[in-house]
């Protein structure tokens, strides 16, 4: 996607599609409840055809739906590949910089992770943007994995609606069912998904195994993370496992790796095997493998985010330094 510092481009948008025709597209409009006069669309697959017509278009700004679907006249692979991805992405760009009109480009995204192939366009474009979410949820994050205009760090948090997206200015307690606050087996974390803190529900299950060798079950954490954690339990507390399977998931399917989760995480586990319910508290600290709870990265953030949500007790490092701000 290239970026623009000209201020008289119109403010009108031309939606390429190279899959869908138009009756399908005005279809989802209408569903959507989308009825603008600033949008132009046209269907096209042939570089060249959407390049000539572009041309003649004055909008300023081009959705391309999708990069994978169109081909050029002058590569003979089919279109998708590798050749012509690269070949067409950098028409793309060349266009974007001697008319000054933004480009957006939708790509595909491989079994592997990367956008219409081995990171193609992430190499060729100015901005990457990736959308997330669970199917079986109704959430969606926006990231951007590169950008050269601004920071990597912020994210967009999107509800999907009957309507299409609605932006979630402000989720607060919005991955979390505070009617589980009574429940044993259940732990309140503080998580940054970019820049922005976001409370999260640590579940947990210990139940005495059946067979010789323990099960260990994690979703949203990496397995290896439990097995870790659990290990630390048994050599640094009063929390022995060894004769129990342990499952752990992270409420409203979503996926952390971070260590700041660690402390939460723990409490849930404990909370399970000794069946007490933790209340309105909220851990926030990494584990090490000497059985220290340590600060985390955005420490400060959190806690502050935990203190606007009306938490009064946040369970902490030692020595964290942190500012309680009323």
Do not use: C
Request: proline share 3%.
């Amino acid at each position: 996607m290239e970026n623009s510092n000209q201020k008289n481009i119109p403010r009108t948008a031309t939606y390429v599609s190279a899959e869908e025709n138009i009756h399908q597209i005005s279809d989802r409009a209408h569903r959507l409840g989308i009825a603008n006069e600033h949008i132009r669309i046209f269907t096209a697959h042939t570089l060249e055809d959407i390049i000539e017509t572009l041309e003649r278009d004055t909008s300023g700004l081009v959705v391309i739906d999708s990069v994978s679907m169109i081909s050029s006249l002058d590569v003979s692979s089919q279109s998708g590949s590798i050749t012509q991805i690269r070949y067409v992405t950098e028409v793309f760009m060349e266009f974007s910089k001697r008319t000054g009109r933004s480009i957006i480009l939708i790509g595909h995204v491989t079994k592997e992770g990367t956008i219409s192939g081995p990171k193609i366009l992430e190499h060729l474009v100015d901005t990457v943007l990736f959308l997330e979410g669970s199917k079986y949820e109704d959430y969606r994050i926006l990231r951007a994995l590169k950008n050269r205009f601004g920071p990597t760090d912020e994210i967009g948090l999107f509800r999907m609606a009957e309507n299409g997206l609605v932006d979630i200015a402000n989720p607060g307690l919005e991955f979390i069912d505070q009617e589980n606050e009574h429940l044993s087996g259940s732990a309140l974390g503080i998580t940054l998904e970019g820049n922005r803190p976001i409370v999260i529900e640590i579940e947990a299950l210990s139940t005495y195994t059946k067979f010789g060798y323990p099960k260990r079950s994690a979703r949203g954490i990496p397995n290896g993370k439990i097995d870790l954690l659990i290990a630390v339990l048994s050599k640094w507390s009063d929390t022995k496992l060894e004769s129990y399977d342990v499952y752990v998931n992270v409420a409203r399917g979503l996926s952390i790796s971070e260590p700041g989760i660690d402390l939460a995480t723990v409490a849930a586990i404990i909370s399970s095997k000794n069946n007490k319910p933790l209340g309105r508290k909220v851990f926030l600290g990494e584990i090490s493998l000497t059985g220290i709870v340590k600060n985390i990265f955005g420490l400060q953030k959190r806690v502050d985010e935990a203190v606007k949500l009306g938490f009064t007790e946040i369970i902490l490092p030692k020595n964290s330094g942190v500012k309680i701000k009323k």
